[in-house]
């Protein structure tokens, strides 16, 4: 029997089973609400990070069908925040890609230690959590 990613796999093993702690529909059982509403349940596949390294023309299509199904999703939002705060480094979030989100939260990391000054000029310095 073939499994994720055409690796072979064992009776009886859920299909999902390597990939599945990356996935938002995974979480079901973690109590967060918005996850029942996630379009991406039962597609971890499409939206975890595979097991093994693939050719980045296979990368980009898998991103980009999980990108169209979060597209539609009607908790995107909360699915990103998830991740974000979460700290998700993993797989395809709330429309997202760790890279991409690595550059949110460097981004917002940024924009903390910025403050504009009375007179429009930018400094450097950190807020207080």
Request: proline share 6%; with cysteine; charged share 30%.
């Amino acid at each position: 029997m073939v499994g994720s990613f055409g690796k072979p796999q064992a009776p009886g093993v859920a299909v999902t089973q390597c990939t599945t702690r990356f996935h938002p529909s995974s979480l079901l059982e973690s109590g967060e609400p918005w996850q029942r509403e996630a379009a991406c349940r039962g597609e971890a596949e499409l939206f975890a990070e595979p097991p093994v390294a693939e050719p980045m023309v296979v990368q980009l299509r898998r991103e980009e069908a999980a990108k169209a199904v979060c597209a539609r999703c009607p908790v995107l939002l909360e699915c990103r925040a998830y991740a974000l705060r979460t700290q998700q480094r993993t797989g395809i979030w709330g429309g997202l890609t760790a890279r991409e989100r690595s550059a949110v939260r460097a981004r917002e990391a940024r924009r903390q230690r910025l403050l504009v000054t009375d007179n429009g000029s930018r400094r450097d310095r950190k807020l207080s959590a």
